[in-house]
């Protein structure tokens, strides 16, 4: 299984971004996710969606700003961009089963190399 991450960059504050997240090899989903980590901290959930159904979830820090959705592939639009949403993007695949909130990184089993996206302050 290979996630790929793509779409980040240097934006400035109060622009946009499109992140996009390809997925090869699972043949079982249960939902996909964003993350992102900073240095000296914890990775911290941003946004996921379920395969099926497509419900989201969406980190508080990023509701109304940030909007995932899915095809083929996942994408997470970000718009007003704020220098506190600069960080290292990770996207990540759960095969299942959904016995962990969405926003718990041990829900998923599989993750891309993630994408920097910088907006200075």
């Known amino acids: 299984v290979q996630l790929q991450a793509s779409g980040g960059g240097l934006v400035q504050a109060g622009g946009s971004l499109r992140l996009s997240c390809a997925t090869s090899g699972l043949f079982s989903n249960y939902a996909r996710g964003w993350f992102r980590q900073v240095p000296g901290k914890e990775r911290e959930f941003v946004a996921a969606?379920?395969?099926?159904?497509c419900s989201t979830e969406y980190a508080d820090s990023v509701k109304g700003r940030f909007t995932i959705s899915r095809d083929t592939a996942v994408f997470m639009q970000m718009n007003a961009l704020k220098p506190e949403d600069t960080a290292v993007y990770y996207c990540a695949a759960s095969r299942g089963p959904g016995l962990k909130p969405l926003s718990d990184p041990a829900l998923y089993q599989y993750w891309g190399q993630g994408t920097q996206v910088t907006v200075p302050a």
């Open positions: 969606i379920r395969w099926i159904g």
